[in-house]
């Protein structure tokens, strides 16, 4: 039967929802997924060094605004989308990745200011060490953002994209066609950071997901019944 993914947005309501797949032979199955709410993870950043992502002034909040404008329709769902170009689990975007910081969906403030959810997962890299795309896809976007920094968006099909946020510097461009485990960039801290780190996120059919559940192989993941 192989393994079925299906994407919860981390922003999803509890409740009980009917999902359905094609098989190769055409056959149409349903089945039923439970979502469940947890507990929002607080993270009180104090001190942020870099104020002007505190009190954002109206120049960058325009920026930001412009920026978010391209991105939304990138990252969103579309009902026809590309044939999947990668295979899972997708491999690790730097060499030799450590254990995430656990903050994928954590509830944040600056200096005492509620800001948005985290929307990927944080990795303790040093600055300079080299960004791997997780896996064959083709570059969407590729700029410097206000609070991502340099960033790098990676179309994969099958509605899959990943981000690749802080980055000293990026060496892929849009509509380049890129291969799993090719250099895109190196670690950086550009952006809304306290320190050098790698920001990983991903995106499937619009919804917003833990991108560590990708890096894990299928086989060791929990069965559902």
């Known amino acids: 039967m192989g ?80 044939p999947a170009v990668f295979d899972l689990p997708v491999g690790k975007p730097v060499k030799n990745l450590p254990k995430g910081e656990g903050n994928f969906g954590a509830c944040r403030t600056l200096d005492g200011q509620p800001r948005d959810r985290h929307t990927g997962q944080d990795y303790p890299v040093s600055v300079g060490e080299p960004v791997l795309s997780v896996g064959n896809g083709r570059v969407v976007l590729a700029a410097s953002h206000f609070y991502s920094g340099n960033a790098v968006y990676i179309d994969h099909g099958n509605g899959l994209i990943s981000e690749y946020f802080h980055l000293k510097g990026f060496s892929v461009k849009a509509d380049q066609t890129v291969t799993k485990g090719q250099r895109i960039g190196v670690v950086g801290e550009t952006g809304r950071v306290t320190g050098p780190h790698l920001h990983l996120g991903v995106r499937w059919h619009g919804a917003c997901i833990n991108p560590g559940f990708l890096l894990v192989d299928p086989s060791d993941l929990p069965e559902v019944k």
């Open 3 to 82: 393994t079925c993914y299906y994407p919860v947005d981390m922003d999803m309501k509890s409740g009980s929802y009917t999902i359905s797949r094609r098989t190769t032979g055409g056959k149409l199955e349903t089945a039923q997924i439970i979502v469940t709410e947890t507990p929002c993870r607080q993270e009180d950043l104090k001190n942020f060094p870099k104020k002007e992502f505190v009190d954002v002034s109206a120049v960058n909040q325009a920026r930001a605004a412009k920026e978010a404008a391209v991105i939304g329709p990138l990252i969103g769902y579309k009902p026809s989308v590309r």
